[in-house]
């Protein structure tokens, strides 16, 4: 079967499978549905699967949620039949999976990430909405796919069955990485340090919007991304009656207001760009209470490795202060990260030439910029660092809203183009001679 005529076959399987996604989103390490459902349908392809604690490093998992939301995310997935062969694998947060092909030919090997988590978003009912609209909103309230990340997996399920479908006229050997947990910086480096990417030739990854470009515009690479640190802090002072005793109370909602008001004055740094943010702030029980806690999410931001590390240390300095000016104690838990990225020039070109005789890829950037992070950084690096090459791509698509916002979409027909970008990028490097 042609290219050309796969693509128009697989074109509405990717939009039936982004929407049951879509339906279903899992948060980062509770995975376990979606899991599944990659399981069963690349074993049926004829992949090799490694699943949940086959395929992360479990300690490496940065951030892994509490016991007790694990084990209700579990039940569910034993509700819904995920069988328990599987779910013991999974069990404790141990979600993803690898899926490998061996043509048993000689040839390159080539991984592919594909990021399968959600995010803690409500989703908008709103008849602008496309996913509302279409009805296929998220049937889990509070979680959302804001992320473009149901189009990542479905994408990826379309390149494994070109590989299962065409492997006779391909050689090497294709790693498929579903990564659990890319949001806050969790998963990569769990997946890396099991191993899966230490003799990998060429390794890809890319993103669904980001920039808003148009359908059929995609960029070979990216330059931008920021290394990040992600940080809990937990203030623990002393109650008492804020009328009768207010003396012998020692107030964490003091301390912990003050630590996230004063992060933002560190001062940034002269050699790149340097970012912090207080996402989340929870504090106090009552208002005639003096607060005995308070809970932080922050997380910092730099352009190198080095500014990010300035970033994250003054950050701490500040939130010990805090504590210590309001006579209260702070525990910092370090519970996600990424790294500087610095695609592979070579992989432009023959990114470049491979998409030249493309039916649904109109222009192919050399590279766009950006301004976040991406775990795959150690997917990249690691890559990298043995001697491979690596590059992060994105795919152009409108934005109806930004990325991590209710309103969060984008136009469905990028499915194919991202699939086809894979598709020649697999016929450039691994087609038999």
Request: charged share 20%.
């Amino acid at each position: 079967m042609s290219s050309e005529l796969f693509l128009d076959n697989m074109k509405p399987r990717l939009i039936e499978w982004r929407r049951k996604l879509h339906e279903q989103p899992e948060l980062g390490f509770m995975e376990y549905e979606t899991t599944a459902f990659l399981a069963e349908t690349l074993n049926e392809l004829g992949f090799q699967i490694y699943a949940g604690k086959d395929a992360v490093e479990s300690e490496s998992r940065y951030g892994v949620p509490p016991s007790e939301e694990l084990k209700k995310a579990e039940q569910s997935a034993r509700e819904a039949g995920v069988s328990e062969q599987l779910m013991n694998l999974m069990e404790g947060g141990h979600t993803g999976l690898v899926a490998v092909w061996d043509t048993n030919k000689d040839g390159k090997h080539s991984a592919f990430r594909f990021d399968i988590d959600a995010l803690p978003i409500e989703e908008a009912e709103t008849d602008n909405h496309f996913p509302f609209k279409h009805s296929f909103l998220s049937q889990r309230k509070g979680v959302m796919h804001a992320c473009a990340h149901d189009g990542h997996t479905a994408t990826g399920l379309g390149l494994a069955h070109y590989i299962a479908e065409n492997h006779a006229q391909l050689n090497g050997t294709f790693t498929l990485l579903f990564q659990p947990a890319e949001e806050g910086g969790r998963g990569a480096k769990a997946m890396t340090d099991k191993g899966w990417l230490s003799d990998v030739d060429r390794f890809y990854s890319g993103h669904i919007g980001i920039q808003q470009l148009p359908v059929g515009t995609i960029a070979a690479s990216t330059r931008g991304f920021l290394a990040s640190s992600k940080l809990n802090a937990a203030f623990t002072g002393q109650s008492s009656h804020a009328g009768m005793k207010p003396e012998d109370g020692r107030n964490a909602l003091l301390a912990a207001a003050s630590a996230a008001t004063q992060v933002y004055a560190i001062p940034r740094h002269s050699e790149g760009v340097n970012r912090v943010n207080v996402g989340k702030l929870q504090a106090g029980s009552g208002r005639n209470i003096i607060a005995d806690k308070g809970y932080m999410e922050l997380e910092t931001r730099g352009e190198t490795q080095a500014i990010n590390e300035y970033m994250q240390t003054q950050a701490k300095r500040i939130l010990q202060s805090a504590a210590d000016m309001h006579d209260v104690d702070v525990t910092i838990e370090f519970v996600g990260q990424t790294e500087e990225i610095v695609c592979s020039e070579e992989l432009i070109s023959s990114i470049t030439t491979a998409c030249e005789e493309s039916r649904y890829i109109q222009k192919v950037d050399h590279f766009a910029k950006v301004s976040g992070s991406e775990d795959a950084s150690f997917m990249i690096n690691e890559v990298q660092s043995n001697g491979g090459q690596a590059t992060y791509m994105l795919f152009g698509t409108p934005l109806p809203a930004n990325h991590h916002a209710p309103l969060f979409d984008f136009d469905e027909h990028v499915l194919v183009t991202a699939l086809e970008t894979y598709i020649q990028i697999v016929k450039g490097g691994h087609s038999v001679a």
